[in-house]
């Protein structure tokens, strides 16, 4: 299984209109999320593709790991991120959100460090890698990075 890293920004009328909007914009609107910790199953692989092309029913639950930001104050910039690295054994995400792109990494590579200490037995086997986006706001604005796995279907 690949896990897929998807990433949007938006407006709307709404903090929650806007937010539905970078969903849209990052291809995952249609779907119910359910909200992961941040562990990468074993042998798996993050891939950056952007938009998400809809390959499963509409109200399909979906494992998600989110990283988003949502403002009223224009002229703002938002930023999520999420960062990752990989262990023979595994990996870990690590997400945040917040105002500066910078800081935002900074505190991807903290966290990700601390991740690797907490895991320290792991044999952990590659850099961290990292996806933050940034959006300034015109009225009221939302962006989003997700790493999604395949649906969890509810018919089985």
């Known amino acids: 299984m690949t896990i897929e890293l998807v990433w949007g920004t938006g407006e709307g009328t709404t903090e929650l209109n806007a937010f539905d909007v970078a969903l849209k914009d990052a291809g995952v609107h249609n779907y119910n999320h359910i909200e992961l910790s941040s562990v990468i199953p074993k042998n798996e692989s993050v891939k950056l593709t952007g938009t998400h092309e809809q390959k499963w029913k509409v109200g399909e639950f979906m494992a998600t790991v989110l990283s988003e930001e949502v403002s009223s104050v224009n002229g703002k910039t938002i930023s999520a991120g999420i960062g990752w690295a990989y262990a023979e054994e595994g990996g870990i995400f690590y997400e945040i959100s917040g105002e500066n792109p ?55």
């Not at 966290?111 to 015109?138: L, P, Q």
């Open 102 to 156: 910078e800081t935002v990494e900074y505190k991807i590579r903290e966290g990700i460090k601390g991740g690797k200490e907490i895991r320290s037995d792991w044999n952990w086997n590659s850099e961290i890698h990292s996806k933050i986006v940034s959006h300034t706001i015109e009225d009221i604005g939302s962006v989003v990075v997700a790493a999604i796995y395949n649906p969890v279907s509810q018919n089985k």
